[in-house]
């Protein structure tokens, strides 16, 4: 379809490139919502019964598969597929990535509606999961090309988008359902048919407003650096030689060490604060709590990555490391201390830490292998993020069960987490450390990006 | 010149009140909760 063709996308004389941010968060403000598909959790395990569970309803291990599919695919997708949003421009992955998100809601609607639970998995988790992937990615290089001078600034804000979703999705969802739901019946099905036409709807128009740099576009007064910067290469690496380069695999262990330490507190945060201050904490203020660390995660998201266009990426993953290494290892004593001012705190800065962890990386992997192919190698990197999924709530889990079944209290149950939370982010340190520029073997040469810019046309 | 820059000023704001007023909504709905919660 031709007006999906990058050709067609490219944009006329005059266009503002402000327009490509709100294109983004058009798709961002939409895939994110999979953070909140916890508030179908219960619902769903009650649409026989109505008022309580039967043995014939779902169970939640079984329903919570659905979240664990969806981001499986959300990497895979993202790293099989990433070379193809490239070369085939963002509008034609952006309009793929509506129809698989919001189709994907369709699906997992008859799923519910016919209550088979494999209907639902491929429905959201599969389907879904591909257009979360295509989502993620596709707006990433043509926010990079349209801001050769804030580029952390310029994907910060589409990333914070996917952090914030949640907000919008969750109190959204549950109004749905409450709309839907009668005394005879469970209105899930329901509230996915209007959530997947209000997402396709909304990503659509992102899709129709993203528009591509013409080809040597330069912002107005802009000017390259004479001098190139020592991290910031102005070549280019194609997809595949990145991942022979020691720099990708670095960056990885950077992403997924950051991300680890993050996202095993992030799912903890409630049940964490309460056991390490017993009977001050309540369960509401507790979820009070992972309210402001949502805040936060986004926040930080968009605060970090636009300072790194000015103190350059390396030192920002320095701060998140070394900052975040003495956060951890400070929380045991605010547990002792009594202090939930510097507990709370201590969390809200190592979340935004997180956060601006995700938003600073397409950044970095554009400052160390050039803007061609930068979509596609961040399309693999963001397996390091699922592998960081499976890792940090494993490690926090299974060492809080541990110290308590070998006699440690509860509420000292976390402080070995929080050190073993710290050694990892003096390893991303390490990591992030030996990160040097690219050799120039891996740089493509002038006829191989011409072969590639023709292969894309074809495409 | 004129009524290009006009016409992108429309569009870029109606662009950004499209994603700004569900992203503000559901900040500030998050940020009541956040504050009840802790009264």
């Known amino acids: 379809m031709s007006i999906l063709s990058k050709d067609r996308t490219i944009a006329p004389p005059g266009y503002s490139r402000w327009l490509i941010p709100p294109a983004a968060l058009c798709i961002h403000l939409c895939i994110g919502q999979v953070y909140a598909f916890s508030v179908f959790n219960l619902p769903m395990t009650k649409l026989l019964g109505i008022s309580q569970s039967t043995p014939d309803d779902w169970q939640l291990t079984d329903l919570g598969w659905i979240f664990s599919i969806a981001i499986f695919f959300l990497g895979a997708s993202a790293a099989v597929l990433g070379r193809w949003v490239e070369e085939g421009g963002p509008r034609r992955a952006m309009f793929t990535a509506a129809l698989c998100f919001g189709g994907g809601f369709l699906v997992a609607a008859l799923g519910v509606s016919v209550h088979a639970l494999w209907i639902v998995y491929l429905g959201y988790g599969v389907i879904g999961g591909v257009g979360l992937g295509l989502g993620y990615i596709s707006p990433v290089s043509t926010l990079i090309k349209w801001f050769p001078d804030r580029p952390g600034m310029a994907t910060g804000m589409a990333i914070m988008g996917f952090g914030g979703a949640a907000f919008i999705a969750s109190p959204l969802s549950v109004w749905l359902m409450g709309r839907f739901t009668t005394p005879t019946h469970i209105g899930v099905a329901e509230t996915f048919v209007v959530l997947g036409v209000i997402y396709f709807v909304f990503m659509m128009v992102g899709a129709f407003i993203v528009r591509v740099p013409s080809p040597g576009w330069k912002p107005e007064g802009w000017v390259a650096p004479a001098q190139a910067k020592k991290l910031v290469t102005t070549n280019n690496v194609f997809v595949y030689e990145a991942l022979k380069t020691p720099q990708f695999w670095l960056i990885w262990w950077v992403l997924c060490l950051n991300v680890t330490a993050g996202i095993g507190v992030l799912g903890q945060a409630s049940a964490m604060s309460q056991e390490m201050f017993p009977g001050r904490v309540t369960a509401v203020a507790a979820a009070g709590f992972v309210g402001l660390m949502s805040l936060f995660n986004m926040a930080g998201r968009f605060f970090w990555a636009s300072t790194s266009d000015y103190i350059g990426r390396k030192n920002t993953y320095f701060c998140f490391f070394v900052l975040g290494a003495i956060l951890y290892a400070f929380v045991p004593t605010t547990g002792n201390i009594g202090s939930i001012t510097l507990f709370v705190l201590s969390f809200l800065i190592i979340i935004s830490m997180y956060g601006g962890g995700f938003a600073t990386v397409p950044a970095y992997l554009r400052d160390m292998f050039g803007t061609r192919y930068v979509g596609a190698i961040h399309g693999m990197l963001i397996t390091a993020w699922s592998a960081a999924g499976i890792f940090g709530p494993v490690i926090v889990n299974y060492m809080r069960q541990y110290q308590i079944d070998h006699g440690v209290a509860k509420a000292d149950a976390y402080n070995t987490t929080m050190y073993v939370m710290a050694v990892l982010l003096i390893v991303g340190f390490v990591c992030n450390f030996f990160i040097q520029a690219v050799d120039k073997r891996h740089h493509m040469t002038r006829e191989a990006e011409l072969q590639a810019e023709r292969e894309g046309a074809a495409a | ?39």
């Open chain 2, 1 to 39: 010149m004129a009524q290009q820059s006009s016409g992108n000023g429309l569009k870029l704001t109606l662009a950004w009140l499209f994603v700004g007023i569900p992203l503000t909504w559901g900040v500030i709905q998050t940020c009541i909760n956040a504050l009840l919660l802790f009264k």
